[in-house]
């Protein structure tokens, strides 16, 4: 029988926070031991493994913690808790160019660019390891063969991968360096007022949830630089379509920015407005983000850009706007 090291039950003012986050707060450990912790079932919530370090902690809830990972589970998980994998979406995926050097890829929506902490088998990454076996050992995280930035899992569009440790680090110091031309097509919601615009907001970790934040411009010695430019490609009555360019490459950068700057994206799952009527994004059903054009210099020192135009999808639902 393994000793507990705690015991604690919720209360009013603890709860409503993810667990990992409670348990990093509460044991005074990093959110990524919370995480191990949970995943080598050393955390029970009522007596039952948790489904997710993602869960909210609610009032009343016991939370015992033990000292050692659990490796004779002792208590029947529950088969329910089991996260359902994501679709199978190597079909769509594109090869736009296919080089010794690097792979340009269009990645379609839904698709995760690398596995997360729940190690998904659909993934942009696993597409790549199983059509190109020789990239798996390229780059500085196997779970990241050859990816040197990433895409939302609910965006589309361009994407480079290296198929040579050389290129790998050639494009990791371009991007290091904020020589990459990323642009992307994005509708949002509301009219845009100025035809260009530059969103300069830092952003952080939401304390909370896996959300970012961009953080007031009085916060400047927290969260991470970040920079936002766009132009206006077109107007519609309550929808604005702009070209973006990121010149820095944060999480969720364009997401957190646009909402910060109260024009959020189209078809956005988490990063909303309460007022925020959500019928358009529901007949939408997707994020209207896409990479649309990604520079960068290939190993002989040329300069390219590719370029996309935007998914059937995307253009249809432009010609329902007004």
Excluded at 172 to 198: I, P
Aim: net charge positive; charged share 30%; no cysteine.
């Amino acid at each position: 029988m393994r000793a507990i090291k705690n015991k604690i039950n919720i209360t009013a003012d603890q709860a409503n926070q993810r667990l990992d986050i409670f348990l990093s707060q509460e044991l005074s450990i990093s959110r990524s031991q919370a995480q191990k912790m949970i995943d080598t079932k050393q955390v029970l919530v009522n007596k039952e493994l948790p489904k997710k370090a993602g869960d909210k902690v609610k009032v009343g809830q016991i939370i015992t913690i033990h000292s050692k990972p659990n490796t004779t589970n002792p208590v029947k998980q529950n088969r329910k808790t089991k996260k359902p994998e994501l679709p199978d979406l190597t079909s769509q995926v594109e090869i736009i160019a296919d080089t010794p050097d690097y792979i340009v890829i269009n990645k379609p929506t839904g698709m995760l660019t690398h596995p997360t902490m729940a190690k998904e088998k659909n993934t942009l990454a696993n597409f790549i390891t199983k059509k190109y076996p020789g990239v798996k050992k390229i780059g500085d995280d196997p779970a990241r063969p050859g990816i040197v930035h990433r895409l939302d899992k609910e965006a589309s569009g361009l994407i480079v991968v290296a198929k040579t440790q050389a290129m790998f680090d050639r494009l990791k110091e371009q991007f290091k360096n904020r020589t990459v031309d990323k642009e992307y097509l994005a509708l949002v919601h509301g009219q845009v007022a100025r035809d260009w615009g530059e969103i300069n907001f830092r952003i952080s970790r939401s304390k909370n949830s896996d959300r970012m934040a961009a953080l007031p411009s009085s916060e400047t010695e927290k969260g991470k630089e970040a920079k936002t430019e766009f132009v206006i490609e077109k107007k519609f009555v309550n929808f604005t379509l702009l070209r973006v360019k990121i010149h820095t490459g944060r999480m969720h950068q364009i997401r957190v920015h646009l909402l910060a700057y109260d024009h959020p994206l189209v078809g956005d799952p988490l990063y909303t407005q309460k007022k925020q009527k959500k019928t358009w994004d529901i007949k939408l059903g997707r994020l209207f983000l896409h990479s649309t054009k990604l520079g960068f210099i290939n190993a002989q020192g040329t300069k390219l850009l590719f370029e996309l135009p935007l998914p059937k999808q995307l253009a249809e639902f432009l010609k329902l706007l007004r």
